[in-house]
């Protein structure tokens, strides 16, 4: 039984969630943390509401709101959303004046000083003279010195970069539209050069995604590379360290966020040791889900941050997926080009969602959602090959139950190439819901296929298997299957892999 500690990075509370949302981390998390769990995994997963976030308080402020009466308004709604479709975390923490993230950022900072990981220096901050505001994220737009994308003032969504701010063009003030100012601030950095040969070292053997690895060899190819994590007057957690009172950002607070769930939650089960157990034993592998524009905080930063703590895992994974378009275009919240979860699972099944997208997942590649191509997939691939096992499963007269010895030659053949792919796809080196949903259609088709042609004893044999395979994409209706089945899981998947082990035996 490994350990894993599972996290979506932390959705921002200025609106609801939208497709592009789920296609992305959520998903996928929750996916692999049902295969983990499926496998006998010990599994910690976990996201937070990232209420100290610069848009919510942009996003407030052009709503006339509160701040943080804004970010736990949509905290709870986006809580409710992953509820809805099925994303089934064990914590999902406010992290608004929450003690346990103010003291684990406190405690991230402390080591990281202790390790002479801090540097400070004056530098040049943006601030527009005409509203009033510092321009550190949110309230300043140009275009990306890198890429030449539009980006705000923190990171750059096309090239996953922190912008130079003095060399980002056409740099304005979100409010007037005007130019943005500099004045001198004092501020805090950590020192990533220091972290350098860790992180090479890491990454050596993470089995991450390719576009990743291109990333993080450009981030460590520079000479010097000093990241601000503090935000003076301007928007984030404010702290009082060593008497002095500071502001630190989001981005720098993740993995705080991470930790402060994993303690807040495992006090609130009356099991507080099992933080400890998770945290400190070096063989726990910690797994970030996140889209690509948050490469630079989870791949180098929280790493960095955490080889600080004498004791901790360092065992550090991120699975990164790019972009989910919506009929060739951006998801846009403020043009309202999105679809909305909470309204498409009013006309549709979750599970029918998910299993869509799993298989239009943006792992490697942009992908694009047309609401009819998923319309006509509903309604003639996976709603009447579902309904159809699942009306044959209600309606049969004899009593089922697995028995691996029924199974012929023919058969046998077919789920032992559905399941080594399976399996293949569902491990950390290779994961890919994308794949995963490919393996289950082809599974799915073959199985209304001997249905409709009256084979059905080998149909349900067949619907044995798949209702476990398939548990972790479409959660509801493989338990629902499981139960009237009587379904033993482990016996199922002891099974198959014992037939995985005895095939690779036969062809050495
Ligand atoms: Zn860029």
Not at 96 to 119: D, H, P, T, V
């Amino acid at each position: 039984m490994d350990k894993y500690i599972v996290t979506i990075a932390p959705p921002t509370p200025n609106g609801d969630m939208h497709l592009g949302h789920l296609s992305g981390p959520f998903l996928a998390a929750d996916v692999f943390t049902r295969m983990r769990r499926l496998k006998n995994d010990d599994v910690f997963f976990t996201s937070y509401s990232d209420d100290h976030q610069d848009y919510v308080a942009s996003k407030a402020l052009e709503n006339k709101e509160i701040r943080f009466e804004w970010a736990l308004k949509y905290g709870s709604r986006i809580e409710n959303s992953l509820k809805k479709a099925n994303i089934k975390v064990d914590w999902f923490l406010k992290s608004c004046e929450n003690k346990y993230y103010k003291e684990a950022i406190l405690f991230l900072l402390q080591n990281a000083i202790e390790k002479n990981g801090i540097g400070e220096k004056q530098i040049r901050v943006p601030y527009s003279f005409e509203d009033n505001q510092y321009g550190y994220e949110a309230f300043a737009k140009g275009t990306c010195n890198y890429c030449g994308s539009e980006s705000d003032a923190s990171q750059c969504e096309s090239c996953a970069n922190y912008p130079v701010l003095e060399e980002m063009g056409d740099f304005i003030s979100i409010i007037s539209k005007k130019p943005m100012g500099f004045v001198n601030k004092e501020r805090m950095f950590l020192k990533i050069s220091k972290y350098k040969d860790h992180l090479k070292e890491l990454y050596k053997q993470n089995p991450i995604r390719e576009h990743l690895r291109t990333f993080i060899d450009e981030v460590l190819s520079n000479e010097n590379i000093e990241w601000f994590i503090d935000r003076p007057d301007g928007n984030g957690i404010d702290l009082t360290f060593q008497g002095k009172k500071i502001t630190l950002h989001t981005w720098f607070s993740g993995l705080a966020g991470y930790l402060a769930a994993s303690k807040e939650y495992w006090e609130s089960v009356k099991q507080p040791q099992r933080h400890e157990e998770f945290w400190k034993d070096k063989n726990t592998k910690v797994v970030n889900f996140l889209g690509f524009d948050c490469s630079f905080s989870h791949a180098i930063v929280y790493p960095s941050l955490a080889s600080n703590i004498d004791g901790f895992t360092q065992n550090f994974t991120q699975i990164t997926n790019k972009f989910l378009k919506l009929n060739g275009d951006d998801f846009s919240t403020s043009r309202s080009h999105a679809i909305w979860v909470d309204d498409i699972l009013e006309d549709y099944s979750s599970d029918g969602v998910r299993f869509y997208m799993a298989l239009i997942s943006p792992e490697e590649e942009v992908t694009n959602f047309e609401m009819k191509a998923f319309t006509d997939w509903y309604q003639n691939v996976f709603s009447p090959t579902i309904n159809l096992i699942e009306e044959k499963i209600n309606t049969t007269k004899t009593c089922l139950r697995f028995s691996k010895d029924e199974y012929d030659e023919l058969e046998l053949n077919k789920i032992d190439e559905i399941f080594s792919k399976w399996d293949f796809f569902s491990e950390l080196q290779a994961f890919s819901i994308q794949n995963i949903a490919k393996r289950l259609e082809d599974f799915l088709q073959y199985i209304a296929e001997l249905f409709s042609s009256g084979q059905n004893e080998k149909a349900m044999r067949a619907s044995f298997i798949y209702v476990v395979l398939s548990k972790p994409i479409h959660p509801s209706f493989s338990e629902r299957l499981i139960d009237k089945l009587l379904i033993n899981e482990n016996e199922i998947m002891d099974w198959l892999n014992s037939r995985k082990y005895s095939q690779a035996t036969v062809k050495k």
